[in-house]
C-alpha cells in the first residue's frame, strides 16, 4: 500500500480483508482474527532494522532479564527469537500454519500473553483448514505499519475504529471498549490546563493511569498531549484492562512505544487493584454506566469492612458502580504536600448523571459525595453534550479530580455546561453523531480557565450542594368505635391467635358492649376495654391491649392526642414526612417559615436527622422561558387554518 496512508486507507484495507472470512466466520468474530494480524504486523515493522541486533544479543546474554535490559537500551521492550516475518512465511506454504505459531510463540515471555488473549493459534488452525491464512499472511505483510509510517496516534485509532466496526456490524455494543477521540482530548486538556506551565519545563516526568484502560486511548492521548507540549517530557503510561482481547490490543501499542511491559495488567480493577501502592501524577477513566459490581462484591465489601483501603468513604447500590471508581481514582492520584508546590495528582472520569444524585441522604452514594466534596477533592464537572458516546446517548458529563487546588479553588467545585458546545457528524457511528470538534473544546477549556460565573459556568463553594434532611412528625389522633361487624376482623389479629376460645368468646362479649359507644381519647378507651374484658371474668396481656386499640383506632384530627407514658405526643408514622434544608438555610428557621403555618402541631425528631449532598446539574443551569402569548398562538393557528383552507380549494378544484 501506499506509504503515508490515512487512517480511513487502513482501516478499509483491514475491513477488506475481514471481510473475506465470510462464511468461514460469523461478523461478530471477525475482530478477533484480523485484530491479532494487526498487532503482529505492527510489532515486526517495529522489530524491522532491529533484527541483527536481537539476534547478536540472543547469543551473547542466555538471561532474558539481562537480555530485556540490554533491548531497552536500544529502545526495545520487547524481542522475537526467529527470522521469520510474514513476508518470509510464504515461502512455505506447506507448513505455513506450524511456523507461523512458532514465530507468534517466539516473542519475548513479556507479550507471551497477546496472542493467546485472542485464541489466535485456534486461528490459525481454522483459516488453514479453509484455505484462508495463506491470503491473510501475504495482505498482512503488504502493509507497512513502522512507526515513521503509521504514528502510536494513528495506530491507536486505528485499533479503536477497528473494534467499532466490527461490533456494529454484529450488532453488538459498540463502543463498550473505548471512548471517542473528541471526548478523550477534552478530558485530557481539562486534566493538564492547571499544569500547562509544569509540563513545558526541562526534565518533566509525569505518570499517567487508567484503571478501565480498554485499547489505550486515554493513555495514548494523555502521553501525545503532554508530549506536544514538551517533545523532552518522559512519560510513563500504566493501565488495567477486564477484557483480554482490549488488553491484548492495549498492550501490543504500549509496547510498540516504548512503554515498559508491567504497566499494563489483566484484572478487574475493583477485585483486585495490580497496581496497588502506586500513586500517578494524572488518572483517567470511563467505567461502564450503570454496570453492577456483584463480581468484586466480596472483595469489595471486605475491604470496606476492613477500612484503610479504596472504599472506606462508602458503597453504593449494587447495581451500578460508578462511584466505586471515583474512589478508586482518588486512591491512586499522587499524594499531596501542602509545604510544596507541584505535588498531588488529578483525575479525570466521565460518568452519566446518577452519581451526581442518586441516594438519598445517608446513602452510600451521597456518603460518597459527601467525602468527596468535604475533602476539597472535586475541581470541576462539565456537562457533555448528548449524543456523543457509540452505545449511549444518554447525558454524561467529566468530572475533575484535584487533591492539591491552587489557592484560588480550594473550597470551590466549578460546574460548566457544554451540553450546546458541539458539531454535528457527517454519519452516525451508532448513538454517536455529535462531536467536541477543536473549537468546542478550546472554549470549554477557556470557561475553566477564567474560572468565573456567567451563563455556561458556575463556581459554587461546598457547602452549596449539601442539605439536611429533617423528619417532621405529627400527632397520633385516633377516634375509637367499635363496629360489631367487625369483630371477627378484631379477633383475627395475630395477638389473639394463641388465645383459647373461652377467652375470646369473652373478648367478643367485651367488644359487643362497647359497640355504639364513641372514644375520642385513647386512654379512656383502653381503660373501657379493661373493665369490659374484666367484667368477662378474662384477663389480657399488655400486648394484646395494645393491638386490639391499634386494630380498632381510626384517625381523626380532631381526637385527642395520643401520648406515652411520660405525656409525649406520639407521632403518627402515616403522616410521617421528611423536608430537606439547604446547608445555606439554618433548620430552625425553614421549619418555622415552611411547615408551622402548615401544620402548627408539627415538630421535628431531631434523631432521624441525616447531612446528604447531591449536586443539582441541571436545577442551576435551568433558565426559565416564558410561554408565548396568547394572541401570538392565535394568530399562527389562525394563518395555519387559513392555508390549510387554501389547500383544501385546490385539491377539490
Known amino acids: 500500500m501506499e506509504r503515508n496512508y490515512a487512517l480511513s486507507q487502513l482501516a478499509n484495507f483491514v475491513w477488506g480483508i475481514a471481510d473475506q472470512l465470510r462464511g468461514v466466520y460469523k461478523p461478530a468474530q471477525y475482530g478477533t482474527v484480523t485484530l491479532p494480524f494487526v498487532i503482529l504486523r505492527r510489532m515486526e515493522c517495529v522489530l524491522e532494522g532491529h533484527r541483527t541486533k536481537i539476534k547478536e544479543l540472543i547469543a551473547s546474554t542466555p538471561n532474558e532479564a539481562a537480555l530485556g535490559a540490554k533491548l531497552r537500551r536500544e529502545g526495545l521492550h520487547f524481542y522475537n527469537a526467529t527470522d521469520y516475518t510474514l513476508k518470509t512465511l510464504l515461502g512455505d506454504p506447506d507448513n505455513l500454519a506450524a511456523n507461523l505459531i512458532d514465530y507468534v510463540s517466539a516473542f519475548s515471555s513479556n507479550v507471551a500473553d497477546i496472542f493467546p488473549s485472542f485464541r489466535f493459534e485456534q486461528s490459525i488452525h481454522k483459516l488453514?483448514?479453509?484455505?484462508?491464512?495463506?491470503?491473510?499472511?501475504?495482505?498482512?505483510?503488504?502493509?507497512?505499519?513502522?512507526?515513521?509510517?503509521?504514528?502510536?496516534a494513528k495506530m491507536g485509532e486505528l485499533f479503536e475504529h477497528l473494534i467499532f466496526r466490527f461490533n456494529t456490524a454484529s450488532n453488538?455494543?459498540?463502543?463498550?471498549?473505548?471512548?471517542?477521540?473528541?471526548?478523550?482530548?477534552?478530558?485530557?486538556?481539562?486534566?493538564?490546563?492547571?499544569?500547562?506551565?509544569?509540563?513545558?519545563?526541562?526534565?518533566?516526568?509525569?505518570?499517567?493511569?487508567?484503571?478501565?484502560?480498554?485499547?489505550?486511548?486515554?493513555?495514548?492521548?494523555?502521553?501525545?498531549?503532554?508530549?506536544?507540549?514538551?517533545?523532552?517530557?518522559?512519560?510513563?503510561?500504566?493501565?488495567?484492562?477486564?477484557?483480554?482481547?482490549?488488553?491484548?490490543?492495549?498492550?501490543?501499542?504500549?509496547?510498540?512505544?516504548?512503554?515498559?511491559?508491567?504497566?499494563?495488567?489483566?484484572?478487574?480493577?475493583?477485585?483486585?487493584?495490580?497496581?496497588?501502592?502506586?500513586?500517578?501524577?494524572?488518572?483517567?477513566?470511563?467505567?461502564?454506566?450503570?454496570?453492577?459490581?456483584?463480581?468484586?462484591?466480596?472483595?469489595?465489601?471486605?475491604?470496606?469492612?476492613?477500612?484503610?483501603?479504596?472504599?472506606?468513604?462508602?458503597?453504593p447500590r449494587i447495581s451500578d458502580g460508578q462511584t466505586l471508581f471515583l474512589q478508586h481514582l482518588v486512591s491512586k492520584m499522587r499524594p499531596a504536600r501542602e509545604d510544596q508546590e507541584n505535588t498531588g495528582g488529578r483525575a479525570a472520569i466521565v460518568l452519566n448523571g446518577s452519581p451526581l444524585f442518586t441516594g438519598g441522604a445517608g446513602s452510600g452514594e451521597s456518603e460518597i459525595r459527601r467525602w468527596l466534596i468535604e475533602s476539597d477533592l472535586v475541581d470541576a464537572i462539565v456537562a457533555l453534550p448528548t449524543n456523543m458516546f457509540y452505545n449511549t446517548g444518554i447525558a454524561t458529563y467529566v468530572w475533575a479530580l484535584d487533591n492539591h487546588k491552587p489557592a484560588e479553588r480550594k473550597g470551590k467545585i466549578q460546574l460548566i455546561d457544554a451540553t450546546a458546545f458541539w458539531s454535528k457528524l457527517r454519519k452516525n457511528l451508532g448513538s454517536k453523531n455529535r462531536e467536541v470538534g477543536d473549537a468546542d473544546r478550546d472554549r470549554i477549556v477557556k470557561l475553566y480557565d477564567d474560572f468565573e460565573d456567567n451563563d455556561h459556568s458556575k463556581i459554587l463553594e461546598s457547602k452549596d450542594f449539601g442539605f439536611w434532611e429533617i423528619t417532621v412528625e405529627q400527632p397520633l389522633r385516633l377516634r375509637f368505635d367499635v363496629d360489631p361487624e367487625r369483630i371477627d376482623e378484631y379477633l383475627g389479629i395475630r395477638q389473639l391467635a394463641k388465645l383459647d376460645d373461652d377467652v375470646l368468646a369473652g373478648v367478643r362479649v367485651a367488644l359487643l358492649s362497647l359497640g355504639g359507644k364513641v372514644f375520642m381519647n385513647r386512654n379512656e378507651f383502653t381503660k373501657a376495654l379493661r373493665q369490659a374484658v374484666k367484667a368477662t371474668g378474662n384477663t389480657l396481656g399488655l400486648p394484646v391491649y395494645k393491638a386490639l386499640v391499634l386494630a380498632i383506632g381510626e384517625r381523626d384530627e380532631n381526637a385527642d392526642v395520643c401520648t406515652d407514658a411520660k405525656g409525649n405526643p406520639e407521632p403518627d408514622t402515616g403522616l410521617r414526612d421528611t423536608e430537606l434544608v439547604p446547608f445555606r438555610d439554618n433548620i430552625e428557621a425553614y421549619f418555622e417559615r415552611e411547615v408551622l403555618p402548615f401544620v402548627p402541631d408539627a415538630w421535628i425528631d431531631e434523631s432521624k436527622t441525616k447531612v446528604g449532598y447531591e449536586i443539582p446539574f441541571t436545577r442551576l443551569f435551568y433558565k426559565y422561558v416564558p410561554p408565548r402569548p396568547l394572541d401570538e398562538i392565535d394568530a399562527e393557528l389562525d394563518a395555519l387554518g387559513r392555508e390549510i383552507v387554501q389547500l383544501l380549494q385546490v385539491v377539490e378544484a
Open 128 to 152: 488453514d483448514d479453509n484455505d484462508r491464512l495463506y491470503l491473510l499472511v501475504s495482505q498482512f505483510s503488504e502493509i507497512d505499519l513502522h512507526p515513521d509510517v503509521v504514528s502510536n
Open 172 to 315: 453488538e455494543t459498540a463502543g463498550e471498549h473505548f471512548t471517542p477521540r473528541d471526548a478523550i482530548r477534552l478530558m485530557v486538556d481539562l486534566l493538564l490546563a492547571p499544569d500547562s506551565d509544569l509540563l513545558v519545563t526541562p526534565g518533566a516526568v509525569r505518570t499517567v493511569y487508567d484503571p478501565t484502560a480498554g485499547t489505550g486511548g486515554m493513555l495514548s492521548v494523555t502521553e501525545e498531549r503532554i508530549l506536544d507540549m514538551n517533545a523532552h517530557a518522559t512519560v510513563a503510561l500504566h493501565g488495567q484492562e477486564l477484557n483480554d482481547e482490549s488488553y491484548a490490543v492495549c498492550k501490543s501499542d504500549m509496547l510498540a512505544k516504548g512503554h515498559r511491559v508491567g504497566a499494563i495488567q489483566l484484572g478487574d480493577t475493583l477485585r483486585q487493584d495490580l497496581h496497588a501502592g502506586q500513586h500517578f501524577d494524572y488518572c483517567l477513566s470511563n467505567p461502564p454506566y450503570g454496570g453492577d459490581w456483584k463480581s468484586a462484591e466480596k472483595v469489595v465489601r471486605d475491604e470496606h469492612k476492613k477500612g484503610g483501603g479504596r472504599f472506606d468513604a462508602g458503597l
